[in-house]
């Protein structure tokens, strides 16, 4: 069992900033791959980013390149992902994911791929 906390989450307004966190405990975090996913109201949940386990590999869908990052500390037992220059689409739930990968350099783009979920966190982009 991994147990995920997201943090880091609120309001901002449209060009700003936002780093969010996620907390994990329970078993190895290297042995995880990791991800963020977000949910707007009335839509279906979406990929975002995802990380390997070792953080040398990393993706993202096209609407948050070059604006996001998602990173690791393997000796925290934590990812981040930084979003920068936002915008009021990315308005959603953002969720943190974790599924035991046995590929280094391994990463997953799909919600079925994740075994484990944390409750999420409110990011709202609103002037």
């Known amino acids: 069992q991994v147990q995920l906390v997201e943090s880091g989450g609120g309001l901002v307004q449209p060009g700003g900033s936002l780093r969010l966190s996620c907390a994990a405990s329970?078993?190895?975090?290297?042995?995880?791959?990791m991800g963020w996913f977000r949910q707007a109201p009335g839509k279906e949940r979406e990929f975002v980013a995802a990380?390997?386990?070792?953080?040398?590999?990393?993706y993202y869908t096209d609407s948050v390149k070059g604006r996001f990052t998602i990173s690791r500390d393997n000796a925290k037992n934590t990812v981040s992902l930084q979003m920068n220059s936002l915008k009021a689409e990315d308005t959603a739930v953002y969720y943190c994911?974790?599924?035991?990968?046995?590929?280094?350099?391994?990463?997953?783009?799909?919600?079925?791929?994740?075994?484990?979920w944390g409750q999420g966190t409110q990011v709202t982009v609103s002037s």
């Open positions: 994911a974790a599924r035991q990968s046995y590929g280094r350099a391994n990463f997953y783009n799909r919600r079925d791929q994740y075994s484990y």
């Open positions: 329970g078993r190895t975090f290297g042995d995880y791959a």
């Open positions: 990380i390997s386990r070792s953080g040398s590999s990393t």
